[in-house]
């Protein structure tokens, strides 16, 4: 079947400007997961919903990140007055259900901010 | 808090060769998962295994095989014959019982020399 899917793959934003990445989870996915992955580290944990709650947001660098889920499918992750720093890569990932199941990760979006 | 080490940075053997990957972790749970996962050049993280903190069998997959000791908190990965689509960044992961978020290392370049 289809796995996670992203969009667009590549962004180039202007300092300043806000953006807004997609994710298609597996289809019946109940988790989905937002994760920052800087050049050359391991990718860090933004934030996690079920459905279309979002139960954890404490990983949110800041309030110029905004998630939603809003029918518990396809997920935005918007970065408002984007910094250089926002540079990276930003993957999506789903399981089944989250205590026990495998995250599932899509290709991720680069970002670059100039 | 969960940790996650990956002492080795970039890795560079001939065709052929085995390769082994270090993975030592920290946390308090007494529950918790372990996972590989292998991040190519395209960038997707792609899920290699995952291993249950009360299951210290150690797995074959192919060329992939994986040590896991409980007593030293680690879970090594070995590529045995490498080839050259190995060449790729792995990374190790955590999950505790409970939590959402996944832990990763820094991750080890492998990379294959024809």
């Known amino acids: 079947g289809a796995g996670v899917s992203q969009s667009p793959r590549y962004k180039v934003a202007k300092r300043g400007q806000d953006v807004a990445l997609r994710c298609d989870p597996i289809?019946?996915?109940?988790?989905l997961f937002w994760y920052q992955q800087a050049l050359g580290q391991g990718p860090e944990f933004l934030t996690y919903?079920?459905?279309?709650?979002?139960?954890?947001k404490s990983g949110l660098p800041s309030d110029r990140f905004f998630a939603e889920r809003p029918e518990g499918s396809v997920s935005t992750l918007k970065i408002q007055r984007t910094q250089q720093e926002d540079s990276a890569v930003y993957l999506c990932?789903?399981?089944?259900?989250?205590?026990?199941?495998?995250?599932?990760f899509g290709p991720g979006t680069r970002l670059t901010v100039l | 808090a969960q940790k996650v080490t990956q002492a080795q940075t970039e890795i560079s053997v001939v065709e052929k060769e085995d390769v082994t990957l270090d993975c030592v972790y920290e946390?308090?749970?007494?529950?918790?998962?372990l996972f590989w996962y292998k991040q190519p050049p395209s960038g997707e993280l792609v899920f290699l295994i995952r291993?249950?903190?009360?299951?210290?069998q150690n797995e074959i997959s192919g060329r992939y095989s994986w040590n896991f000791q409980k007593s030293t908190s680690s879970f090594n990965f070995t590529i045995t014959a490498s080839q050259v689509v190995d060449s790729a960044v792995y990374f190790c992961a955590l999950r505790g019982y409970g939590n959402n978020r996944l832990a990763f290392g820094k991750g080890n370049q492998v990379v294959v020399i024809p």
């Open positions: 946390t308090r749970d007494t529950t918790y998962y």
């Open positions: 919903f079920q459905n279309e709650a979002q139960l954890d």
């Open positions: 990932a789903s399981s089944l259900v989250v205590t026990t199941d495998t995250q599932y």
């Open positions: 291993r249950n903190s009360f299951d210290e």
């Open positions: 289809s019946g996915h109940v988790s």
